[in-house]
């Protein structure tokens, strides 16, 4: 039975990016808040000590940062007829633990999405018409770019942003991404320095016509002090980075850029090692009373609230939404319900170049080291007549080379003995790859749901995961790559080899940790979850807010729109909601 | 000072601090409400244990002698290094079974278990302690049978045969897929040849050493703009470097 503990005016689910940013915006105003994580506390000082965060062994190999699958996991299958089983090791994405989430091992790079993906299901209507593929469940987002803008440069300047604009308040600028939306300013902090790899991809892309730009990196290129105070150190290029904690406070985190200066504020607690079984709701279910979490005794706590805000990673939002009776669960067969409804991923190609007289050092980068171009992102080229939409980020970033799984040898090479080593030795130094991390587009049968096999340690079900890729992102992978592949071309590899993304979709090897849908934002609460403040349709107080509001998957990275829709949420409850409590758009 | 006395001297400075330690991981694992300034250990949560201890932990001496000549055939000694064996990478293998991952203590271990679909990946119920102990009896069995000698007494044509028939799975072995525990196997053996040396394998960084890699050091900002070149840096190891340790 659940101790009842003393009412406080905010609960927050989850303290990576998205929790840690609202906790603070909302502690500002006064409100008492306490944030939740599963997890435990961590802190670079302690945690990313840099006499040993560069360890391939423990942080990559054996996932230290990554959730333990003992404490949760999901399941998974390709498709309605198979019986979906547990991921036992984390193989195609890493879920973060601990405060700073996955926000901790990740990447960096911090792409806005474009104008157009915010109404994506009128915008491509009205350019293709009959000619969008029946199989897509696109939607429009609920919200316009006028609406996103501040709160993505909140974030860019929260995580200080390292990067180049490609177009200032409407005016194209040379040397960033003229694919983007207007901007009204610059990045805070100018490009990184860049390896040799990205620099000749660059210079091969520019030859054929195309505008190459540095990948927005949140990995500082130069000491930086946000708006909260807290200051990061510039990136050292130690190619320890992606699925690695940050040493140097150079790669933003919600533990380097928002927690230090929260924790210190009288008005925020942080339970830590605490992980909440369930959003309790009132018995006309239209208001959240609280939330039921468990310490690591196994002692569970009520802890009532007046605001709750559900801000875990994709997969614990929807679960929670599912365990806790918030929304009517999707099913696929009749196509009603809305939680789980909209699951999509992300496509990743890649073209793979062996060079006989080139040295990529490729030990020297970061997970946001690079340079990219965007002309067959998503609508950015005309799909006329192609028989798919999207498309992806074209980009060179070396993120490091660890050894253990960073050893390219050209295809037909033997797996040990001495071949194997000879061409490990051959290849280290001189291979590169372009990457097209590419869009993914929501169907009817790609959905959440609760497992009914198989339960977690506090015997809930586990999240069950049912997912192909489209057909539409199998053309679209093989076309991007195809293009790819003439710009590989001209940088005369000795041997190149293009893999363009094939099905089914699998646990067995890596391929991005950008997981989207399953309680997505939208205007009309029978096919959307949250309005665009991610406010629960018919649950005033509840907020759930991440990439499970992503109605589908543009071709770039998730993490900047899941900061700018932490400021969204944030800024709507402070101004709206706290000045009347309730539905902030009826319907 | 010699190097070698300077390593150790650091080896004895984490192992007192992953042994003070033990105690703050612990206690850190337990839920905790964390208000105002965090307290801050010198290295809390920090440094992996050093496996420099001698003799084998998990392989009893049979065994260990069997996964020697295991990883020697994996990878054999030529003019690019030493072999897999003289790396260090059964030992590495023997502390990493007798460690948390042995037994998959982090992983979800919950049945049913049923093999599923390729794409549903490795759904064994076996743990690592499991499928060396069962692979390794299996292995010695076949090679007891078909040749009359354990793999270890075998000629190289014959263990790279073996090898490459486990490899392929055109064997079969008693209690384990064959191709599953040659890839554990495998797997454990490249990470012990490539993995920091602080974890018993990869013995004085030859592997870093022979393809060019500079181990565990962290600010490339001298040498980022240096393209097209070879850099030629001395790797360092989490156990230390002579160079870290030099005054003035």
Same mark, same amino acid.
């Given at each position: 039975?659940?101790?009842?503990?003393?009412?406080?005016?905010?609960?927050?689910?989850?303290?990576?990016?998205?929790?840690?940013?609202?906790?603070?915006? !909302?502690?500002?105003?006064?409100?008492?808040?306490?944030?939740?994580?599963?997890?435990?506390?961590?802190?670079?000082?302690?945690?990313?000590? +840099?006499?040993?965060?560069?360890?391939?062994?423990?942080?990559?190999?054996?996932?230290?940062?990554? !959730?333990?699958?003992?404490?949760?996991?999901?399941?998974?299958?390709?498709?309605e007829s198979e019986t979906a089983l547990p991921m036992r090791v984390w193989g195609s994405f890493h879920p973060g633990n601990g405060t700073g989430g996955a926000g901790n091992h990740w990447a960096g790079i911090t792409f806005?999405?474009?104008?157009?993906?915010?109404?994506?299901?009128?915008?491509?209507?009205?350019?293709?018409?009959?000619?969008?593929?029946?199989?897509?469940?696109?939607?429009?987002?609920?919200?316009?770019?006028?609406?996103?803008?501040?709160?993505?440069?909140?974030?860019?300047? +929260?995580?200080?942003?390292?990067?180049?604009?490609?177009?200032?308040?409407?005016?194209?600028?040379?040397?960033?991404?003229?694919?983007?939306?207007?901007?009204?300013?610059?990045?805070?902090?100018?490009?990184?320095?860049?390896?040799?790899?990205?620099?000749?991809?660059?210079?091969?892309?520019?030859?054929?016509?195309?505008?190459?730009?540095?990948?927005?990196?949140? !990995?500082?290129?130069?000491?930086?002090?946000? %708006?909260?105070?807290?200051?990061?150190?510039?990136?050292?290029?130690?190619?320890?980075?992606?699925?690695?904690?940050?040493?140097?406070?150079?790669?933003?985190?919600?533990?380097?850029?928002? +927690?230090?200066?929260?924790?210190?504020?009288?008005?925020?607690?942080?339970?830590?090692?605490?992980?909440?079984?369930?959003?309790?709701?009132?018995?006309?279910?239209?208001?959240?009373?609280?939330?039921?979490?468990?310490?690591?005794?196994? %002692?569970?706590?009520?802890?009532?609230?007046?605001?709750?805000?559900?801000?875990?990673?994709?997969?614990?939002?929807?679960?929670?939404?599912?365990?806790?009776?918030?929304?009517?669960?999707?099913?696929?067969?009749?196509?009603?319900?809305?939680?789980?409804?909209?699951?999509?991923?992300?496509?990743?190609?890649?073209?793979?170049?062996?060079?006989?007289?080139?040295?990529?050092?490729?030990?020297?980068?970061?997970?946001?080291?690079?340079?990219?171009?965007?002309?067959?992102?998503?609508?950015?080229?005309?799909?006329?007549?192609?028989?798919?939409?999207?498309?992806?980020?074209?980009?060179?970033?070396?993120?490091?080379?660890?050894?253990?799984?960073?050893?390219?040898?050209?295809?037909?090479?033997?797996?040990?003995?001495?071949?194997?080593?000879?061409?490990?030795?051959?290849?280290?130094?001189?291979?590169?790859?372009?990457?097209?991390?590419?869009?993914?587009?929501?169907?009817?049968?790609?959905?959440?749901? +609760?497992?009914?096999?198989?339960?977690?340690?506090?015997?809930?079900?586990?999240?069950?995961?049912?997912?192909?890729?489209?057909?539409?992102?199998?053309?679209?992978?093989?076309?991007?790559?195809?293009?790819?592949?003439?710009?590989?071309?001209?940088?005369?590899?000795?041997?190149?080899?293009?893999?363009?993304?094939?099905?089914?979709?699998?646990?067995?090897?890596?391929?991005?940790?950008?997981?989207?849908?399953?309680?997505?934002?939208?205007?009309?609460?029978?096919?959307?979850?949250?309005?665009?403040?991610?406010?629960?349709?018919?649950?005033?107080?509840?907020?759930?807010?991440?990439?499970?509001?992503?109605?589908?998957?543009?071709?770039?990275?998730?993490?900047?729109?899941?900061?700018?829709?932490?400021?969204?949420?944030?800024?709507?409850?402070?101004?709206?909601?706290?000045?009347?409590?309730?539905?902030?758009?009826?319907? | 000072?010699?190097?070698?006395?300077?390593?150790?001297?650091?080896?004895?400075?984490?192992?007192?601090?992953?042994?003070?330690?033990?105690?703050?991981?612990?206690?850190?694992?337990?839920?905790?409400?964390?208000?105002?300034?965090?307290? @801050?250990?010198?290295?809390?949560?920090?440094?992996?244990?050093?496996?420099?201890?001698?003799? @084998?932990?998990?392989?009893?001496?049979?065994?260990?002698?069997?996964?020697?000549?295991?990883?020697?055939?994996?990878?054999?000694?030529?003019?690019?290094?030493?072999?897999?064996?003289?790396?260090?990478?059964?030992?590495?293998?023997?502390?990493?079974?007798?460690?948390?991952?042995?037994?998959?203590?982090?992983?979800?271990?919950?049945?049913?278990?049923?093999?599923?679909?390729?794409?549903?990946?490795?759904?064994?119920?076996?743990?690592?302690?499991?499928?060396?102990?069962?692979?390794?009896?299996?292995?010695?069995?076949?090679?007891?049978?078909?040749?009359?000698?354990?793999?270890?007494?075998?000629?190289?044509?014959?263990?790279?045969?073996?090898?490459?028939?486990?490899?392929?799975?055109?064997?079969?072995?008693?209690?384990?897929?064959?191709?599953?525990?040659?890839?554990?196997?495998?797997?454990?053996? &490249?990470?012990?040849?490539?993995?920091?040396?602080?974890?018993?394998?990869?013995?004085? &960084?030859?592997? @870093?050493? &022979?393809?060019?890699?500079?181990?565990?050091?962290?600010?490339?900002?001298?040498?980022?703009?240096?393209?097209?070149?070879?850099?030629?840096?001395?790797?360092?190891?989490?156990?230390?470097?002579?160079? @870290?340790?030099?005054?003035?």
């Amino acid at each position: 039975m659940a101790k009842k503990l003393p009412s406080t005016d905010v609960v927050v689910v989850g303290l990576g990016w998205a929790g840690s940013i609202i906790a603070n915006e !909302l502690a500002d105003t006064g409100l008492n808040v306490i944030g939740f994580e599963r997890g435990p506390w961590r802190d670079t000082a302690t945690d990313f000590n +840099l006499a040993s965060a560069t360890d391939e062994l423990r942080y990559n190999r054996r996932q230290e940062l990554m !959730l333990r699958t003992k404490q949760n996991t999901c399941t998974m299958r390709n498709k309605e007829s198979e019986t979906a089983l547990p991921m036992r090791v984390w193989g195609s994405f890493h879920p973060g633990n601990g405060t700073g989430g996955a926000g901790n091992h990740w990447a960096g790079i911090t792409f806005r999405f474009q104008p157009t993906e915010f109404r994506l299901h009128s915008y491509l209507t009205e350019r293709y018409g009959k000619e969008l593929p029946a199989e897509l469940t696109l939607q429009d987002w609920g919200t316009t770019w006028e609406e996103m803008e501040p709160h993505y440069d909140a974030f860019e300047r +929260l995580a200080g942003v390292s990067g180049k604009a490609g177009n200032l308040n409407g005016t194209i600028v040379e040397g960033g991404n003229p694919f983007e939306g207007a901007r009204s300013k610059e990045y805070p902090n100018p490009p990184t320095a860049q390896t040799y790899a990205p620099t000749l991809f660059a210079e091969a892309a520019k030859n054929l016509g195309y505008k190459p730009f540095p990948v927005p990196s949140a !990995l500082a290129s130069r000491a930086y002090t946000n %708006q909260l105070g807290v200051t990061m150190g510039p990136c050292t290029f130690c190619g320890f980075c992606t699925n690695y904690g940050c040493g140097n406070y150079s790669k933003a985190s919600a533990i380097v850029n928002v +927690l230090p200066a929260l924790i210190r504020k009288p008005n925020f607690t942080a339970k830590t090692n605490s992980e909440v079984l369930k959003v309790t709701m009132d018995s006309t279910g239209t208001r959240a009373t609280g939330i039921i979490y468990v310490d690591s005794s196994g %002692q569970e706590w009520e802890q009532p609230a007046e605001i709750v805000v559900v801000a875990a990673f994709i997969f614990e939002n929807v679960r929670l939404m599912l365990l806790s009776g918030v929304g009517e669960p999707y099913n696929p067969i009749t196509n009603t319900g809305t939680t789980g409804r909209n699951y999509a991923y992300q496509t990743a190609n890649s073209v793979k170049m062996f060079f006989n007289d080139k040295n990529f050092n490729p030990y020297i980068g970061g997970g946001a080291i690079g340079m990219g171009i965007d002309e067959f992102n998503n609508d950015n080229f005309d799909h006329s007549g192609l028989g798919f939409v999207g498309g992806g980020s074209t980009r060179v970033t070396p993120i490091g080379a660890a050894p253990i799984d960073s050893r390219p040898t050209p295809p037909g090479t033997p797996a040990w003995g001495a071949k194997w080593k000879k061409a490990t030795v051959d290849n280290y130094l001189s291979t590169m790859s372009i990457g097209c991390e590419a869009s993914s587009y929501s169907t009817r049968n790609n959905y959440l749901s +609760l497992d009914p096999n198989y339960k977690d340690p506090h015997g809930r079900p586990l999240l069950r995961i049912t997912f192909d890729f489209p057909e539409n992102d199998l053309k679209m992978a093989q076309y991007v790559t195809n293009k790819v592949v003439e710009i590989a071309k001209t940088m005369n590899p000795r041997e190149m080899v293009p893999a363009p993304r094939k099905g089914p979709w699998a646990n067995t090897s890596y391929q991005s940790s950008h997981i989207v849908g399953g309680f997505i934002m939208g205007a009309d609460p029978k096919n959307s979850s949250v309005n665009k403040h991610l406010q629960v349709w018919g649950v005033p107080n509840l907020f759930v807010v991440g990439s499970s509001a992503f109605p589908q998957n543009p071709g770039y990275n998730p993490t900047g729109t899941v900061g700018a829709l932490a400021f969204k949420a944030a800024d709507a409850i402070k101004r709206l909601y706290l000045q009347r409590p309730g539905e902030m758009i009826s319907v | 000072m010699t190097e070698q006395s300077k390593g150790l001297t650091r080896r004895q400075l984490l192992k007192t601090s992953a042994t003070t330690l033990a105690a703050g991981a612990a206690a850190s694992a337990q839920a905790a409400t964390v208000i105002g300034t965090p307290k @801050w250990l010198p290295f809390d949560h920090n440094g992996p244990m050093h496996y420099d201890s001698p003799g @084998w932990q998990f392989f009893t001496a049979e065994e260990a002698a069997e996964v020697e000549a295991i990883v020697e055939q994996l990878i054999p000694a030529d003019e690019l290094s030493v072999s897999g064996k003289d790396a260090g990478c059964a030992v590495f293998i023997d502390r990493q079974l007798v460690g948390d991952y042995g037994d998959f203590g982090r992983l979800y271990m919950e049945g049913p278990f049923t093999p599923g679909t390729p794409a549903q990946a490795d759904q064994s119920p076996l743990v690592p302690r499991e499928r060396y102990r069962i692979g390794l009896a299996g292995l010695s069995k076949y090679c007891q049978a078909t040749f009359q000698k354990n793999f270890s007494a075998l000629a190289p044509e014959q263990r790279d045969k073996v090898l490459t028939d486990l490899e392929k799975g055109a064997i079969t072995l008693e209690g384990i897929e064959a191709k599953a525990f040659f890839q554990q196997v495998l797997d454990n053996t &490249m990470e012990g040849f490539f993995a920091d040396p602080i974890y018993g394998g990869n013995r004085d &960084m030859v592997s @870093w050493k &022979m393809i060019g890699f500079p181990g565990a050091r962290y600010d490339y900002r001298d040498y980022i703009g240096l393209h097209n070149q070879k850099l030629n840096l001395t790797p360092i190891s989490i156990i230390g470097s002579s160079a @870290w340790n030099k005054k003035g």
